[in-house]
Nanobody
Framework: QVQLVESGGGLAQAGGSLRLSCAASGRAFSLYAMGWFRQAPGKEREFVSTISTLGASTAYTDSVKGRFTVSRDNAKNTVYLQMNSLKPEDTAVYYC??????????????WGQGTQVTVSS
């Protein structure tokens, strides 16, 4: 069992930055790939980024490439999402998830409760 708690969301201006953190409980954190997803009002949950168990592989959706960076610290049971050059269209609830490396939500077994990111123009 893995419990995930996101933090770091909030209000940012367009062009600004935020860093999301996702802290995991349990000793099995390093066995899971970690993903970030987001859901805007009235839209389906969409893939943002994923990182493999040891951090050697990462992937991003096209709209955030070059602006967002995913990383993890297995010693701290934490995964991060550094978000730079934020745009209003990045506004959403951001979720972290633990599971198998990839972009499909169905690959992930455990989910956090989400953290709101709002970007003003």
């Amino acid at each position: 069992q893995v419990q995930l708690v996101e933090s770091g969301g909030g209000l940012a201006q367009a062009g600004g930055s935020l860093r999301l953190s996702c802290a995991a409980s349990g000793r099995a954190f390093s066995l899971y790939a970690m993903g970030w997803f987001r859901q805007a009002p009235g839209k389906e949950r969409e893939f943002v980024s994923t990182i493999s168990t040891l951090g050697a592989s990462t992937a991003y959706t096209d709209s955030v490439k070059g602006r967002f960076t995913v990383s993890r610290d297995n010693a701290k049971n934490t995964v991060y999402l550094q978000m730079n050059s934020l745009k209003p269209e990045d506004t959403a609830v951001y979720y972290c998830a633990a599971g198998t490396y990839g972009g499909a939500p169905t690959l992930y077994t455990y989910w956090g409760q989400g953290t709101q990111v709002t970007v003003s123009s």
